[in-house]
Every structure is written in C-alpha cells, then in structure tokens.
C-alpha cells in the first residue's frame, strides 16, 4: 500500500515580530513542526501530542488580544497571516541577538524556581503571560 505525499501550500506569518514566508508547506503539518523543522525555533515542546500538557503552547496575537493555541494539534496553516509568539520571543535582546533582559514572566519563573523538569515550561510561560494580559484588560473585581 502506498502513501501518496502530503499536498504543499504556501504559508506565510509572523513570529516574534519576524515576517516568514511563503513558505512551501504539507497541508497536514502542525504548527510545531513547521517552528521546529522549517524555522529552527525549538523552544516550543512536544509533550503529550494531544495538547493537554501544554508545553506546545503559542501566543496569539490579535485584535481579541493574546491568546494561547496549542500549536501540536493546529495545522500550521491555521496561522496563516497571524502574529504569533514563541518563548524565544519574550526576552529583549540587543542588535545582535544576544539575550539582555528577561520578560518579568520569565524572571519571576527563575527567581521563584517555578519548574520542575523544565520541559514544559515555555508553554507555561506562555500561557503566564496570556493571563496577565487578560487580568490588565480586564481585573478581577
């Protein structure tokens, strides 16, 4: 029996304020896989492929506002045109691309040893840095 090849659509969006694309790309990847194996931004885990782990967890940003997408269960067309951040994209770095500032996100996970493995984390900072946005929106009364 054979596999016939996955069908390749051109997919163009921006990640941590960088523009990629078009980029010829399998109608059927995932977003992380496309993170991964087309841009080489790793941070963003693997864990359970269903998305109830969370440690795929992406930023997206739109006129709603942040939210998060679990991008090992989303086809990375989905995306199509979106803004999406990454843990890569949380910390200021200088011109040449070194890391000078972390996000406070990121800096209360150190300073309080928020993490256990660390696998997961990047989608818990993620999914941190989501919340916090919404409670500035809109706080709890």
Known sequence: MSTLPARLRPLSLQING?????IEVPEDMMLLDVLHEYLGLTGTRLGCGQ???????VIVDDER?????RSCITGAHYFAGKRIRTVEGHARR???GT??????????????FSFQCGYCT????NAATVLLARLRKSPIQ
């Open 18 to 22: 960088v523009s990629h694309g078009p």
């Open 51 to 57: 998305g109830v782990w969370r440690a795929c967890t």
């Open 65 to 69: 506002g942040p939210r998060e997408v």
């Open 94 to 96: 200088d011109a040449a």
């Open 99 to 112: 890391i000078v500032e972390l996000s406070p996100v990121q800096q209360a996970f150190l300073d309080h």
């Open 122 to 125: 990047p989608g818990f900072v």
